[in-house]
């Protein structure tokens, strides 16, 4: 089980990733319904107790409060729909992982179930891989027909897609949508996406000559970077007096267009950290791990089934 606990870390830890970020979310949607319930029975109770009540004016709060407690039931159904079936995924995988340690610890191994599973396991690594490298079509493809979707992360990849090709558009709205998503746990990880996507917008109001938007834009989104990141906001804002052609060093690298390019694999890293997934998918540690155990000249796809299975 030694390689399983090394290799198969995301393997259960984006599931719960995913879990832990549902019920937070939850957390706050059914709270926030909450205080509406509770804000109506105020008013409800206030209104009572005033005194002179008229009949339609009860029956109006009552119905007011009802609504609320109507959107509260099916946010919290819609809620415990979700958790349950993060949880499931994050079931099967278990289940998936410790078939392997029923099989070789039964008293009679069956080498063909021994087999199954390991293909099940390679296929599962390649399809990661395929989905890290961008080939997405054949990523989902092959994890329908091996029946294993449940049992990787083409969904998270599938999203990371999407705002990738938004970036690469120069949009940055689905990039900061996710860094509102995610802020808190961003927050812990100490990044700055978010500040980096800011002073993209930034740049990007100055090549249009839009300059007095760029200093609105500046004095609304800068300040709540100042502690950390003066330095840059300084050096950023100096741009105002630069024409877009410049060829002064520090000024002429925040006009390139490869930032963009910067700015799309930032957020690939950032993503992986979020899910804690390494920089490397699992297929190519294994496949580096069989290189170096083994000295014979083997073709590559040898290598990787002889550590694999």
Same mark, same amino acid.
């Given at each position: 089980?030694?390689?399983?606990?090394?290799?198969?870390?995301?393997?259960?830890?984006?599931?719960?990733?995913?879990?832990?970020?549902?019920?937070?979310?939850?957390?706050?949607?059914?709270?926030?319904?909450?205080?509406?319930?509770?804000?109506?029975?105020?008013?409800?109770?206030?209104?009572?107790?005033?005194?002179?009540?008229?009949?339609?004016?009860?029956?109006?709060?009552?119905?007011?409060?009802?609504?609320?407690?109507?959107?509260?039931?099916?946010?919290?159904?819609?809620?415990?729909?979700?958790?349950?079936?993060?949880?499931?995924?994050?079931?099967?995988?278990?289940?998936?992982?410790?078939?392997?340690?029923?099989?070789?610890?039964?008293?009679?191994?069956?080498?063909?179930?021994?087999?199954?599973?390991?293909?099940?396991? %390679?296929?599962?690594?390649?399809?990661?891989?395929?989905? +890290?490298?961008?080939?997405?079509?054949? @990523? /989902?493809?092959? &994890?329908? $027909?091996?029946?294993?979707?449940?049992?990787?992360?083409?969904?998270?990849?599938?999203?990371?897609?999407?705002?990738?090709?938004?970036?690469?558009?120069?949009?940055?709205?689905?990039?900061?949508?996710?860094?509102?998503?995610?802020?808190?746990?961003?927050?812990?990880?100490?990044?700055?996406?978010?500040?980096? %996507?800011?002073?993209?917008?930034?740049?990007?109001?100055? +090549?249009?000559?839009?300059?007095?938007? @760029? /200093?609105?834009? &500046?004095? $609304?989104?800068?300040?709540?970077?100042?502690?950390?990141?003066?330095?840059?906001?300084?050096?950023?804002?100096?741009?105002?007096?630069?024409?877009?052609?410049?060829?002064?060093?520090?000024?002429?690298?925040?006009?390139?267009?490869?930032?963009?390019?910067?700015?799309?694999?930032?957020?690939?890293?950032?993503?992986?950290?979020?899910?804690?997934?390494?920089?490397?998918?699992?297929?190519?540690?294994?496949?580096? @791990?069989?290189?170096? &155990?083994? $000295?014979?000249?083997?073709?590559?796809?040898?290598?990787?089934?002889?550590?694999?299975?």
């Amino acid at each position: 089980m030694a390689d399983l606990k090394s290799l198969e870390h995301p393997t259960l830890k984006v599931p719960y990733e995913i879990l832990n970020k549902k019920f937070r979310t939850a957390q706050k949607s059914l709270d926030r319904e909450a205080s509406h319930v509770q804000q109506a029975a105020r008013e409800l109770e206030s209104t009572i107790s005033g005194g002179n009540v008229r009949a339609r004016d009860i029956t109006s709060l009552l119905g007011g409060m009802v609504e609320k407690l109507q959107v509260l039931k099916r946010k919290a159904e819609e809620s415990i729909s979700e958790e349950l079936a993060a949880s499931n995924v994050c079931k099967r995988r278990l289940e998936h992982l410790k078939e392997r340690e029923t099989l070789t610890s039964a008293g009679t191994v069956s080498q063909g179930a021994v087999n199954q599973w390991k293909r099940k396991r %390679l296929d599962r690594m390649m399809v990661e891989y395929f989905l +890290r490298n961008g080939y997405y079509n054949a @990523a /989902i493809t092959l &994890a329908e $027909k091996s029946d294993i979707k449940d049992l990787t992360n083409i969904e998270i990849f599938l999203t990371s897609r999407e705002i990738e090709k938004s970036l690469a558009n120069h949009e940055t709205s689905k990039c900061l949508i996710w860094c509102h998503d995610n802020k808190s746990k961003l927050r812990k990880l100490k990044s700055n996406m978010e500040f980096n %996507l800011r002073i993209q917008e930034f740049v990007e109001l100055i +090549r249009s000559e839009r300059r007095m938007d @760029a /200093i609105k834009h &500046a004095r $609304k989104h800068f300040p709540s970077f100042e502690d950390e990141h003066l330095d840059t906001i300084q050096r950023v804002m100096a741009l105002l007096a630069f024409p877009i052609g410049t060829e002064i060093k520090p000024y002429k690298a925040l006009f390139d267009e490869t930032r963009w390019d910067t700015l799309i694999e930032q957020f690939r890293q950032e993503n992986y950290r979020l899910f804690q997934l390494a920089s490397q998918s699992v297929f190519t540690v294994a496949l580096q @791990a069989g290189l170096s &155990a083994l $000295k014979t000249p083997y073709p590559l796809m040898h290598f990787t089934c002889v550590f694999l299975y």
